[in-house]
């Protein structure tokens, strides 16, 4: 098991992160993770919260139009479809090496030396499954 080490900011570092950015060190959150090398998205958030003052950074609304919002599910849900076609692919291409090292075993070939032989007849094999 892989166990991440667990890091803790003492509470004079996370005062003094908050104060860079109310001071306007940093322009973003993000600008003063990326500086402090700190990894978690809200640990700076929470500390500006927790130690800031909320008037040095106003919250922001989005406004969405209904297309904005329709849009967003349909790439969304194109970005899950590619997910599974790369998948799919990737799953054939593992099967096709392992059938392809099943028949080189059976007729005691080596794979690389099998490859070189018939690398004109695997290559015009793919072009032709390709156009279907």
Not at 10 to 23: C, G, H, N, P, T
Not at 89 to 100: I, P, R, V
């Amino acid at each position: 098991m892989n166990i991440k080490p667990s890091i803790r900011y003492s509470e004079a570092f996370k005062i003094q992160v908050v104060r860079d950015l109310e001071s306007g060190r940093f322009q973003t959150v993000s600008h003063a993770s990326r500086v402090y090398g700190i990894k978690g998205m809200t640990t700076i958030k929470n500390w500006v919260t927790r130690y800031g003052n909320p008037e040095h950074f106003p919250k922001q609304i989005k406004i969405y139009d209904m297309n904005e919002i329709n849009e967003t599910k349909v790439l969304k849900k194109r970005v899950k479809e590619l997910e599974s076609a790369l998948s799919t692919a990737y799953m054939k291409g593992l099967l096709n090496e392992s059938y392809l090292e099943i028949a080189c075993e059976r007729m005691n070939e080596d794979i690389e030396s099998f490859k070189k032989k018939h690398v004109m007849t695997l290559s015009s094999d793919l072009r032709s499954k390709a156009s279907n």
